[in-house]
């Protein structure tokens, strides 16, 4: 007599169990989500000098070109050089916007602030102007040799209806920088800039009235 084929029984799933594809989908969105909040960099902006500068004041109407640079400071991150020349993007930090653009932003107001300009514009704005500053971004970083903040800028003043150059001068500003992290980098590069913006404004005057000579 054979004997009748037994039945495994099946576990029963408790009702609080989960089942395993959705948990690990879970975790793995969980931690995607903290790396991502983790590597998210900081975002700096630059000011404009706010008060009156001492010069004569500029009769005709500039254009403020967006500067030039070269490749490396064409992007939006804070960049160190260290004493072999190397260079390298400080982690966790980033400008607000494109570096050439940022600089041309608050180089205008700079103009603005300083209440010694008839009318300051971006090419293309539709005004007739009586000058052109074009501008080269030549240093924009954090020199770690001797932990400060370096800023150049080469500057051209064109008289825009003979095309011919009024003035040329090269502007440099150095602020210490205790710590080369985020917040100091971006402090001090901001007070270099500031003092170039001041010294473009303050000559721009002498330039643009001995050009008109």
């Known amino acids: 007599m054979s004997t009748p084929p037994s039945h ?4 029963r799933r408790s ?3 989960r089942p395993l594809p959705r948990l690990l989908f879970a975790v793995c969105a969980s ?3 903290a790396a991502c909040s983790s590597s998210a960099p900081t975002t700096f902006d630059l000011s404009a000098p706010r008060q009156r500068v001492a010069g004569g004041a500029i009769g005709g109407q500039v254009v403020v070109a967006e500067p030039t640079a070269i490749q490396t400071f064409e992007a939006d991150r804070i960049i160190v ?7 390298s993007f400080l982690g966790g930090a980033q400008w607000a916007d494109r570096l050439p653009r940022l600089v041309q932003a608050r180089l205008i107001q700079t103009f603005e602030n300083s209440s010694r300009i008839r009318a300051v514009s971006r090419p293309g704005d539709g005004i007739s102007a009586d000058y052109q500053l074009n501008t080269e971004l030549r240093a924009f970083q ?5 932990k400060e903040a370096l800023v150049e800028i080469s500057a051209k003043v064109v008289n825009a209806k003979t095309g011919r150059i009024a003035g040329a001068r090269v502007f440099t500003a150095r602020v210490p920088v205790t710590t080369i992290d985020a917040s100091n ?3 001090g590069l901001d007070k270099a800039l500031s003092s170039v913006l001041v010294q473009i404004v303050r000559w ?3 330039a643009a ?3 008109q000579a």
Do not use: E, F, N, Y
Request: net charge positive; aromatic share 0%.
């Open 8 to 11: 495994a029984r099946v576990p």
């Open 15 to 17: 009702a609080g169990a």
């Open 31 to 33: 931690l995607l989500a």
């Open 81 to 87: 050089k260290d004493p072999g020349g190397a260079v």
């Open 142 to 146: 954090i020199t770690s040799a001797s």
């Open 185 to 187: 980098a971006a402090q």
């Open 204 to 206: 721009m005057g002498a």
């Open 209 to 211: 009235s001995a050009g």
